[in-house]
């Protein structure tokens, strides 16, 4: 282990500390670092699983191949905040159950939804449920930790980024996504079998993103400044109808199954519009009408993630960690996929990065609106977070991300204000529920509110 004044000093408050996903990522993660000296306060709702995660992080940082970290469980997220210098979000809004309704009410109107938590029925509806809760956290930041940096790991990102804003103007905030990461992987792929060698990682392509969260495109890759554009569009060209199978490394048969895709979405996105889509297709297929690809998800490649297997996999998520507290198992020490860590020492001082994130468009991507979260690429430093000019998306993708990037700003101002006719509005133009009658999409609106009505803020409750 290093001499710990060799180290970058880091306090992070981690909301949603009792987390099954985020939070062991991060601890297996600052396991794996040599740099930062970590202390991590998890603050939940639900306190046990707070105090279960710090117990799992001792055994984490027993294995640490740096400076161990420390986590303590907060009863209050005051707590946590005080002296915080980062502030991780990662909580869910609501159940898996409501998540539940946000998909099977949208399927019996002919709405199937591949994910369901970014836009669409089941994206805004998320959307509504969760808006009050990071407001509520920006203003604990506002009142605590107004000089700590701030990364939303929580979808809907574009909105609730877009909320964190809202409460507090002046936040130092930014959305994490690891979407990009996939068209990374495939670069680095077709340079490897070009080459017969596992000579590069997704760490060594670049992409010039540009987009909003989860409709990301790219118009410029490269591999250790090799313009990678001609071998993508040429490997694309070549895959025809069978696509190219990618998922998450290590992810065992039913993952594989519902999350899995053949990259088919993206690859036809390239065909009509020029430019290689940066995210997955399940994500990808829900910005556009249900015709174009969810009426017929087998044909292209995917799978429509269904509710029960989200329970199942949270309940072998939680058997595993009562596992790993108890020392049945032990940590697996790796880094992750995201780039938090990365941030995080730049913030710090520890050099520059640069990665793709969610921040408020002030003109780095042109075309779409000023002050809606956008996706592109920005560089950490010690002077904090500094968004890459993009440049600009083709027109005919211009006219279907714009009016996306507009409804998701404009969701932010109708919840926090409870104007229940003007989410309608915003429901309602969502293209996956635009060709409903005005009748036939209320309906369904007030059904999945009412399906969801204890999360819902005093002012949206009740009866339409």
């Known amino acids: ?11 992070i408050a981690f909301i949603g500390g009792g987390s099954l996903n985020w939070a062991p990522e991060l601890m297996a993660s600052l396991a794996y670092d040599t740099r930062l ?14 105090e279960r995660n710090a117990a799992i992080g001792a055994r984490y940082a027993e294995v640490s191949r740096g400076c161990a970290a420390t986590y303590l469980p907060c009863p209050t997220i005051e707590a946590a905040l005080t002296g915080a210098d980062v502030v991780v979000i990662s909580i869910l809004p609501g159940r898996f159950e409501d998540m539940g309704h946000d998909l099977s009410i949208p399927a019996s109107y002919g709405i199937p939804q591949a994910v369901g938590d970014t836009v669409g029925p089941g994206g805004i509806v998320r959307a509504i449920r969760a808006i009050p809760m990071l407001a509520d956290i920006a203003t604990a930041i506002r009142d605590v930790a107004p000089d700590a940096y701030v990364c939303n790991l929580t979808n809907p990102m574009s909105a609730l980024t877009g909320a964190l804003y809202a409460a507090f103007p002046q936040i130092k905030a930014w959305g994490e996504c690891h979407e990009v990461t996939k068209i990374r ?43 990678m554009m001609p071998a993508y569009s040429a490997f694309v060209a070549a895959q025809g109808a069978k696509g190219w199978h990618q998922t998450e490394p290590d992810a065992d048969k039913e993952h594989r199954k519902y999350f899995g895709t053949r990259n088919l979405v993206a690859f036809d996105l390239l065909r009509r519009f020029g430019l290689p889509a940066a995210a997955g297709d399940r994500h990808l297929a829900e910005f556009l009408p249900v015709a174009d690809y969810l009426a017929d998800p087998a044909r292209w490649g995917f799978a429509l993630t269904p509710i029960d297997y989200r329970i199942r996999d ?12 108890m020392g049945r198992i ?42 809606a979260i956008v996706e592109s690429n920005a560089v950490f430093s010690g002077l904090g977070i500094a968004p890459v ?76």
């Open 389 to 464: 000019p993009a440049g600009k998306l083709p027109v005919a993708l211009e006219d279907i991300v714009a009016p996306h990037a507009q409804r998701q700003s404009a969701l932010v101002p109708a919840v926090l204000n409870g104007d229940r006719a003007a989410l309608f509005a915003l429901f309602h133009q969502d293209p996956l529920v635009a060709l409903l009658p005005t009748k036939t999409a209320k309906e369904m609106f007030n059904q999945m509110l009412a399906a969801t009505n204890h999360w819902l803020p005093e002012n949206l409750k009740g009866a339409a």
């Open 314 to 325: 949270r309940a072998a998520k939680l058997e595993k960690a009562e596992a790993l507290k």
């Open 185 to 227: 992987r495939m670069v680095a792929s077709i340079a490897n079998d070009a080459e017969g060698g596992e000579t590069y990682s997704f760490r060594d392509v670049e992409v010039n993103v540009l987009g909003i969260n989860h409709f990301t495109f790219a118009d410029r890759i490269t591999l250790r400044g090799r313009d």
């Open 1 to 11: 282990m290093a001499n710990s004044s060799s180290h970058i000093s880091v306090r």
């Open 37 to 50: 000296q970590a202390e991590v306060r998890l603050y939940d709702t639900d306190f046990p699983a707070a």
């Open 330 to 371: 032990a940590p697996h020490v790796k880094p992750s996929n995201e780039s938090l860590i990365e941030q995080i020492t730049a913030l710090k001082g520890g050099g520059v990065f640069m990665d793709n994130v969610n921040l408020p468009n002030r003109g780095q991507v042109g075309g779409l609106p000023s002050g």
